[in-house]
């Protein structure tokens, strides 16, 4: 089955500088990529997904690339600010029949941002 | 809108007792998952629902775990004779197609 690396675990940052996480995927077949923001106490929220027909997405300070030959996929934030700080999960998923995007997780960052 | 609701938000039980945890999807989206969060294993796909009927249901770890949809809304996860590695937060995800928006979760402790 698929199985998602991610990197580093854990990320610490002053405010305003960039923050990039990376991923891996072993699954050809995979072909969306979400990354989810989950802050303490509640459930993950999406805040981008990306394609394979994409190679690149931006929504404001948040962009996410891929790169399907070499099977991975970042999360680059820039500017941040210290309510960015959460644990970050990025995951991969494929047509598992019908209409199923059951999705495979990495292990998450725990993204820090001092003020 | 409304978002994904899940209740209770937490649950204390027993070792060898049932519970019952509910997800409320948002309204009109027809896929809903069941994932379930350890600190040991992550973020775990457990049930995939379309419509009323489970097609894939692979990542239920035993014969205890179960779950039903009915109305095309709501659904129940049902842990049989709980143990304490049921112990881990459990969250419901609904979509219309790719994007999945989560629940809040259930932490589910077995003491």
């Known amino acids: 089955g698929e199985n998602v690396e991610q990197h580093p675990s854990t990320l610490s940052v002053q405010e305003g500088d960039s923050a990039v996480i990376k991923c891996t995927y072993s699954?050809?077949?995979?072909?969306?990529f979400p990354w989810y923001k989950q802050e303490l106490g509640k459930g993950p929220q999406l805040i981008i997904d990306?394609?394979?027909?994409?190679g690149e997405k931006k929504d404001q300070r948040i962009a996410v690339t891929l790169n399907k030959t070499a099977k991975h996929f970042s999360l680059h934030i820039t500017e941040t600010q210290p309510e960015d700080s959460a644990v970050y999960f990025c995951?991969?998923?494929?047509?598992?029949?019908?209409?199923?995007?059951?999705?495979?997780f990495g292990k998450g960052t725990l993204l820090t941002v001092n003020p | 809108g409304a978002g994904v609701s899940q209740s209770p938000s937490n649950k204390v039980t027993e070792k060898g007792k049932d519970v019952e945890l509910r997800c409320d999807p948002i309204?009109?989206?027809?896929?809903l998952y069941w994932y379930r969060q350890s600190l040991g294993q992550g973020l775990e796909f457990l049930i995939y629902?379309?419509?009323?009927?489970?097609?894939?249901k692979s990542g239920l770890p035993s014969d205890r775990f179960s779950a039903e949809r009915t109305g095309g809304s709501v659904s129940t996860l049902t842990i049989q004779r709980t143990q304490q590695e049921d112990s881990a937060v459990y969250l419901c995800?609904?979509?219309?197609?790719?994007?999945?928006?989560f629940g809040p979760g259930t932490r589910l402790t077995v003491t």
């Open positions: 995800a609904s979509s219309l197609m790719y994007e999945q928006y």
């Open positions: 995951a991969a998923s494929k047509p598992s029949g019908g209409s199923n995007y059951k999705l495979t």
């Open positions: 629902f379309q419509g009323n009927s489970a097609p894939d």
């Open positions: 990306i394609r394979s027909n994409v």
């Open positions: 699954d050809s077949a995979s072909n969306y």
């Open positions: 309204s009109g989206h027809t896929a």
